[in-house]
């Protein structure tokens, strides 16, 4: 089997290239390097059953090029901005990053019949929703451009799947931890810690409260549902058990780069524009399938934090 596999040298799409070639697929790789790096692909490079490509997918004749001559059995389609932040400084952003390349693949696709596609959505699509989200919640409303140029990506994608025949899969996660990640509580806070061991500065009252997920967990949820999801246009929601919260966060990254430092809060109730304090998944449909993580939320928060500090990001 041969995947293509977009945003691969980024944080999620690296370690899905890990699993699939352990899992015996051959993976061509692409990815512009907005925010994936080299350094976690470079463990892959010197192997025969791996290709990467440095590609601008809004490059839409090399797209065409590279997968009318690789012909990929597949399409995992993790190339994105998941920065919500960066997409409110420029509002281009996810438009460009989010819907425009989901659009160009699904043309090409279907112009070389290529039939099977996994998509990376988010909970970002639901906005401030209530209660335990369902897969069929309902109506969505997006508070940030990052989740309404996914609701938009999916929309195409179920026009594809259903009217063009490109078997998809989207599967629908929120707040992912690990090594190789770029942005995040994580990421911000052992980086400011860094720069001040003394005090550590926290966006928002520390009161947002989440489910955090492995990204390895992830990763199998992926593979799970990829092999199991039966039908042409299906989605799935992944998250962690339990609920984390940014003040919990703070605290275990204290505690493990700058024990002592003072944590300082400010006062409104959610970290940035966009940002939605606390919200619930019902993960019911996928544990169906068999998958369940194997980390609770904050065990998946402190084992994040201990792989990167051995490994840095």
């Excluded at 370690?15 to 692409?30: F, K, P, Q």
């Excluded at 440095?54 to 998941?82: K, T």
């Excluded at 966009?274 to 068999?290: E, M, N, Q």
Aim: charge should be negative; hydrophobic fraction near 45%; charged fraction near 20%.
């Amino acid at each position: 089997m041969h995947a293509l596999v977009t945003g691969g040298a980024g944080f999620i799409g690296s370690h899905l290239c890990d699993r699939l070639l352990d899992s015996g697929y051959r993976v061509t790789a692409i990815d512009n390097l907005h925010l994936g790096r080299m350094r976690n692909i470079d463990h892959l490079l010197q192997r025969s059953d791996f290709r990467f490509h440095e590609l601008d997918m809004l490059d839409r004749e090399g797209m065409d090029r590279l997968i009318g001559a690789d012909r990929p059995d597949a399409v995992f389609h993790l190339a994105a901005n998941s920065d919500i932040a960066a997409g409110n400084a420029n509002v281009e952003l996810d438009l460009q990053l989010n819907q425009l390349t989901t659009t160009t693949l699904l043309a090409i696709m279907r112009k070389h019949e290529i039939g099977k596609l996994f998509f990376a959505s988010t909970s970002a699509v639901f906005g401030e929703a209530e209660g335990n989200i369902h897969e069929n919640h309902g109506p969505l409303r997006p508070i940030s451009l990052y989740g309404a140029s996914k609701l938009a990506a999916e929309a195409y994608l179920s026009v594809y799947a259903l009217s063009f025949g490109i078997k998809t899969l989207v599967l629908r996660f929120p707040n992912v931890v690990g090594e190789r990640s770029t942005h995040g509580a994580i990421y911000d806070f052992i980086n400011r810690l860094k720069a001040d061991p003394a005090r550590l500065q926290v966006l928002g009252n520390g009161m947002q409260t989440k489910p955090y997920l492995y990204v390895g967990d992830l990763v199998d949820a992926i593979l799970l549902a990829w092999e199991k999801a039966p039908g042409a246009y299906e989605v799935f929601h992944a998250s962690g058990i339990g609920e984390t919260s940014v003040r919990d966060i703070a605290e275990i990254v204290v505690s493990k780069v700058a024990s002592g430092a003072a944590i300082e809060y400010g006062s409104e109730d959610r970290g940035w524009l966009g940002d939605v304090p606390r919200f619930s998944y019902d993960i019911s449909r996928l544990v169906a399938l068999g998958w369940t993580p194997k980390r609770k939320s904050t065990e998946a928060v402190e084992l994040a934090v201990e792989r990167i500090l051995a490994n840095g990001f």
